[in-house]
């Protein structure tokens, strides 16, 4: 349900609960928050590695180096647009399918419409999608804290890639085991995707964008697998971490100033439209997850509102133009167009009042 307070559209952790979680933070784990501390002031680190993400993610890091200069790309144009054009479908799994629709609930799907989803999903080689969308939850109600899976407190490349290279923060197991996720579990489509999830990852990420363009229009299957399995894959890796990391550190915050994420056009043109941070951090049950629909190519929101148009999506929710107008006056940091600092100051003061007698 979209929340009626303003107090309650920052992330899905009511203000005044946020502060009991960092209180009850500060007592209880008081100890192992100074251990981790001093650890992270040494180490820059406070989990076991995992040798094997590491060693799997910078090989492939480093064959993405090779295959983006030795790709013969004015000779494989084709290709690349078939790379192009696939990363949509991927981009509409993670964006309209498991952020918009599985984790943040911003609409309501029906059963073939989530099936596609969740098959777009797939190709896009991520953890299975429950897991994906507890990691998400938990992001959103503890963001920057300890319990947040990738705290951009712990710096840029702890954020973009370096939480997959070690294991979890005691709180983020803890806390995660309080995210309901009963939600998920009704749904067919989600258990059905947990059961199969290696065929269909190995089928939809990796065998079927590599096989079309051989067996379609006779590409050679050496580059077809290279761009494919290497290039796209590391490609969409990185957009996605992208949201995590540059649109939690870089850009404006015109919603809410006082938390970390940032609206950043380049993310959300890379993104499909995922990287108006601020703007989702505020109100992330809105379907756009942006205040406008078609900004930074936001191509998730046009594919969802045709799916809404065609009767396979509905209940889409989004945030009035009167409410946003409020949350930004009242704790944007004054770079919004047309909320900003432009705002004449009786208007400004009239509307702090009637955002204070909410
Ligand atoms: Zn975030
Ligand atoms: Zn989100």
């Known amino acids: 349900m979209p929340p009626n307070s303003t107090d309650e559209s920052n992330g899905n952790l009511k203000v005044s609960e946020r502060k009991e979680y960092h209180r009850e933070y500060s007592k209880k784990d008081a100890e192992w928050v100074n ?3 001093k650890w992270d002031e040494i180490k820059h680190f ?3 590695l995992k040798w094997f993400n590491i060693i799997l993610l910078t090989t492939l890091h480093l064959a993405f180096v090779w295959a983006a200069i030795a790709f013969p790309w004015l000779q494989r144009k084709r290709l690349v647009l078939w790379n192009f054009v696939f990363s949509h479908l991927t981009g509409f799994g993670i964006g309209a399918g498991a952020h918009r629709l599985w984790c ?7 059963l073939p419409l989530r099936v596609f989803l969740m098959l777009c999903y797939a190709t896009a080689g991520h953890n299975p999608l429950f897991y994906w969308v507890r990691d998400h939850r ?3 109600k503890f963001t920057d804290t300890d319990a947040d899976p990738h705290n951009s407190k712990r710096g840029f490349f702890f954020s973009h890639v370096g939480w997959l290279f070690m294991k979890k923060h005691p709180d983020v197991k803890r806390k995660g085991k309080e995210i309901d996720m009963s939600d998920l579990w009704e749904d067919p489509v989600i258990r059905f995707h947990q059961k199969y999830f290696i065929p269909l990852t190995l089928t939809l990420g ?9 067996l379609v229009w006779g590409q050679d299957w050496f580059w077809s697998i290279i761009s494919s399995a290497v290039g796209r894959y590391v490609f969409v890796l990185n957009i996605t971490w992208l949201v995590n990391s540059a649109a939690h550190m870089w850009g404006t915050k015109p919603f809410d100033n006082s938390i970390s994420p940032t ?9 499909f439209g995922e990287g108006w941070h601020n703007y989702h951090h505020t109100f992330p049950w809105d379907y756009k997850a942006a205040e406008l629909k078609y900004a930074g190519y936001n191509v998730s929101s046009v594919f969802i509102e045709f799916c809404g148009k065609m009767g396979w999506a509905y209940d889409l929710k989004s945030a009035s133009p009167e409410l946003i107008k409020k949350v930004v006056v009242k704790g944007g940091d004054g770079s919004h167009l047309v909320w900003g600092e432009e705002v004449p ?3 400004e003061d ?9």
């Open 35 to 37: 251990y981790a501390k």
């Open 46 to 48: 406070v989990s076991q």
């Open 104 to 110: 943040h609930r911003t609409y309501k799907a029906k």
């Open 138 to 140: 938990v992001h959103h």
């Open 206 to 214: 990796f065998i079927l964008p590599a096989i079309v363009p051989p």
């Open 263 to 271: 609206d950043n056009k380049t993310v959300s043109m890379l993104s």
């Open 345 to 347: 100051e009786s208007e």
């Open 350 to 358: 009239e509307i702090r009042k009637a955002t204070k007698q909410q």
